[in-house]
């Protein structure tokens, strides 16, 4: 999953919705395709066409070749004046919104240890901003109440529902410690008779994301696949993990921590004596 270092960002001003598309290059073929994965995403998840796409790429949305773009799925593309009459924008919000969120999710993944190194977070950014936008699509929208005084989350809106519904995938903290059995320790335990699992770092959920992983296309339609950093610096896609942060001894250990600090005084000023 190297070579990533830019992202393309959709979002949706009535439902707070968005959309993120990973890419190694800006150009007009990357544009393209972030295009077509935005209206395949929102068409196959909502059955929702889209119609109107803004953007501030001037010369990817007039060049000849998004000419089939236009007449093929019927989408019709605004120029936006380059970072000026949409300064203050949705889309400019959300943007800084979730790159606040994305640096914020990356400061306790410092700890990690990759190839006996402590990992250097500035080359994990885009994979944050990808769980971030992951998890706010499922999470409750401020601007929507602030904006419309509606208590939901994007999927929940463009969904028509309220209230309880199916979660397109499950969320697990960035950076959090898991538990896999790779393939390579599964045919090794089925030779020797015992299962060996090895722990890896999440990064974010693989549901409908279009990424490369050692050239081979990682998409997935799966809700229950996950993409893992191994502790070798490979990346693996699998369904079969456990957080080691969410087991139930920890979160035992974790509550228990935060009642003494509760009984000593202030919960939030750190007690060395405590951890």
């Known amino acids: 999953l190297g070579g990533y270092q830019y992202v393309i960002v959709f979002s949706c001003p009535k439902s707070d919705l968005g959309i993120v ?38 010369s990817s949305i007039t060049s000849r070749d998004i000419d089939h773009v236009k007449l093929t799925l019927g989408v019709q593309f605004e120029q936006l004046g380059q970072y000026e009459q949409h300064r203050d924008s949705s889309s400019e919000r959300y943007i800084k919104r979730i790159m606040d969120a994305a640096i914020m999710a990356l400061v306790p993944f410092r700890s990690a240890i990759i190839n006996g190194r402590a990992v250097n977070t500035d080359q994990y950014l885009v994979h944050a901003i990808v769980w971030v936008n992951k998890v706010m699509n ?11 005084h509606i208590i939901t989350t994007p999927h929940a809106m463009l969904s028509g529902l309220h209230g309880n519904y199916e979660l397109p995938y499950s969320l697990v903290p960035f950076g959090c410690r898991v538990l896999w059995n790779p393939p390579e320790n ?19 959920p693989a ?15 799966n809700s229950r696949e996950h993409v893992l950093l191994r502790k070798d610096g490979r990346f693996a896609v699998t369904s079969n993990f456990e957080p080691l942060e969410l087991r139930p001894e920890v979160m035992r250990f974790l509550t228990t921590q935060i009642a003494t600090r509760i009984l000593r005084g202030n919960p939030y000023r750190h007690d060395p004596s405590v951890f």
């Open 207 to 221: 549901h409908m994301l279009p990424f490369t992983i050692h050239g081979e296309s990682c998409y997935s339609i």
């Open 186 to 204: 599964h045919k090794r335990a089925t030779q020797e008779g015992q299962t060996k699992t090895t722990e890896a770092y999440y990064m974010f």
């Open 21 to 58: 598309f990973p890419a190694k290059e800006l150009t007009t073929q990357t544009f393209i395709a972030a295009v077509l994965h935005a209206f395949n995403v929102v068409d196959i998840s909502f059955g929702i066409k889209l119609k109107v796409i803004g953007s501030d790429a001037a």
């Open 138 to 148: 499922l999470n409750f929208s401020v601007p929507l109440a602030r904006r419309d």
